[in-house]
T-cell receptor, first 116, second 113 residues
Framework: AQSVTQLGSHVSVSEGALVLLRCNYSSSVPPYLFWYVQYPNQGLQLLLKYTTGATLVKGINGFEAEFKKSETSFHLTKPSAHMSDAAEYFCAVNQGAKTSYDKVIFGPGTSLSVIP | GAGVSQTPSNKVTEKGKYVELRCDPISGHTALYWYRQSLGQGPEFLIYFQGTGAADDSGLPNDRFFAVRPEGSVSTLKIQRTERGDSAVYLC???????????FGPGTRLLVL
């Protein structure tokens, strides 16, 4: 069975500092991996995704994530935090096109606070 | 173009009542998904439609929950005999097809008193 863990339910960083949100997954088949962001009272928005190919994936708003198969990790980073980055971040995994259906498994989320 | 829309945005009901939650997917998207997000948790998969048929309903918690998509577009999630534990945000997403990126609606916040 697939699962996702996110280390740290709450992360605080200073404005301009590095953002690092951790995600580890378990999957019996090569996974598709995602990061979603949820702003207060808004729907989930896709930040970036990994399917195949290059393991360093760039997304919107300056975020990127690196797929490390040996570590079963897909950590999210941004070099310099902005106040507008304050939100809830969810890592997710699914079995991608290798199965006949999609069933995305989400992690519990990490709440990011940015301190001015 | 228009994104995924969900109505109502908020629903308050009493324990034991019946509720319907509606999802309008992005036009042309064949895949539609329902999730439930409880406070402080990540979304939990409920059901997935490919066209009109439910391809995977393994996430529905019990037989009080049912979803339909009769014409392969709009979907309705139906909850019978609501319980306080059903209180959550119900999210809908659509995708161009299996394996595609899922685009989420704003959700319906259900409160069962």
């Amino acid at each position: 069975a697939q699962s996702v863990t996110q280390l740290g339910s709450h992360v605080s960083v200073s404005e301009g500092a590095l953002v690092l949100l951790r995600c580890n997954y378990s999957s019996s088949v090569p996974p598709y991996l995602f990061w979603y962001v949820q702003y207060p009272n808004q729907g989930l928005q896709l930040l970036l995704k990994y399917t195949t190919g290059a393991t360093l994936v760039k997304g919107i708003n300056g975020f990127e994530a690196e797929f490390k198969k040996s570590e079963t990790s897909f950590h999210l980073t941004k070099p310099s935090a902005h106040m507008s980055d304050a939100a809830e971040y969810f890592c997710a995994v699914n079995q991608g096109a290798k199965t006949s259906y999609d069933k995305v498994i989400f992690g519990p989320g990490t709440s990011l606070s940015v301190i001015p | 173009g228009a994104g995924v829309s969900q109505t109502p945005s908020n629903k308050v009901t009493e324990k034991g009542k019946y509720v319907e939650l509606r999802c309008d997917p992005i036009s042309g998207h064949t895949a539609l998904y329902w999730y439930r997000q409880s406070l402080g948790q990540g979304p939990e998969f409920l059901i997935y439609f490919q066209g009109t048929g439910a391809a995977d309903d393994s996430g529905l918690p019990n037989d009080r929950f049912f979803a339909v998509r009769p014409e392969g577009s709009v979907s309705t999630l139906k909850i019978q005999r609501t319980e306080r534990g059903d209180s959550a945000v119900y999210l809908c997403a659509s995708s161009p097809g299996s394996g595609g990126t899922q685009y989420f609606g704003p959700g319906t916040r259900l409160l069962v008193l």
